[in-house]
Antibody, heavy 119, light 110 residues
Framework: EVQLVESGGGLIQPGGSLRLSCAAS????????MSWVRQAPGKGLEWVSI???????YYADSLKGRFTISRDNSKNTLYLQMNSLRAEDTAVYYC?????????????WGQGTLVTVSS | QSALTQPASVSGSPGQSITISCTGT?????????VSWYQQHPGKAPKLMIY???KWPSGVSNRFSGSKSGNTASLTISGLQAEDEADYYC??????????FGGGTKLTVL
């Protein structure tokens, strides 16, 4: 059974850093396209980043330079390193498995982890 | 990467059909047959309902159907049921390995 479990969220002060994790089971992260999607409280979904099976990474324009997506093949885990956090980064962060052709849709999602950026 | 445009809300009675539109540009929806739709119940993760404009993932009811014309994609739900009440989001490939979501539509089953 495919399962994605996020962790690492919490309360962080503006300007701080946080690393989110997404532990996968039932499939191999490194053989798939994997993505992060976030949702601010009461708002819609926002695509954040994707990592291809070959290791290429891509980001939403508004986040470039502050967020880094990566994976640990030995742990079958996806990560999102978030730096210089701002209040507007407050959201539930979901990891999701993307389709292996274009990375254009997400067939499995985690339950999400809440990141709150506040002083 | 501007968000795709969806109506904020739609409603329908049980048994009826409703359609949710998703308008983008010639750089995203209009250029690729790579539009997907997600259903999200309160406090839950999104669920894939349609991918590549009109394809069904395994286990999704064929009461849900998708289409596209020009820069606008649509999700139609036929035979509305109470459990269809949820938020619905469209998503499109936008080129250069990026994606863009719609703002979401709240479906109310009257």
């Amino acid at each position: 059974e495919v399962q994605l479990v996020e962790s690492g969220g919490g309360l962080i002060q503006p300007g701080g850093s946080l690393r989110l994790s997404c532990a996968a089971s039932g499939f191999t992260v490194s053989s798939n396209y994997m993505s992060w999607v976030r949702q601010a409280p009461g708002k819609g979904l926002e695509w954040v980043s994707i990592i291809y099976s070959g290791g290429s990474t891509y980001y939403a324009d508004s986040l470039k330079g502050r967020f880094t997506i990566s994976r640990d093949n030995s742990k079958n885990t996806l990560y999102l390193q978030m730096n210089s956090l701002r209040a507007e980064d407050t959201a539930v962060y979901y990891c999701a498995r993307a389709d292996p052709t274009w990375g254009s849709y997400f067939d499995y999602w985690g339950q999400g982890t809440l990141v709150t950026v506040s002083s | 990467q501007s968000a795709l445009t969806q109506p904020a809300s739609v409603s329908g009675s049980p048994g009826q059909s409703i359609t949710i539109s998703c308008t983008g540009t010639s750089s995203d929806v209009g250029s690729y047959n790579l539009v997907s739709w997600y259903q999200q119940h309160p406090g839950k993760a999104p669920k894939l309902m349609i991918y590549e404009v009109s394809k069904w993932p395994s286990g999704v009811s064929n009461r849900f159907s998708g289409s596209k014309s020009g820069n606008t994609a649509s999700l139609t739900i036929s035979g509305l049921q109470a459990e269809d009440e949820a938020d619905y989001y469209c998503c499109s490939y936008a080129g250069s390995s990026t994606l863009v979501f719609g703002g979401g539509t709240k479906l109310t089953v009257l």
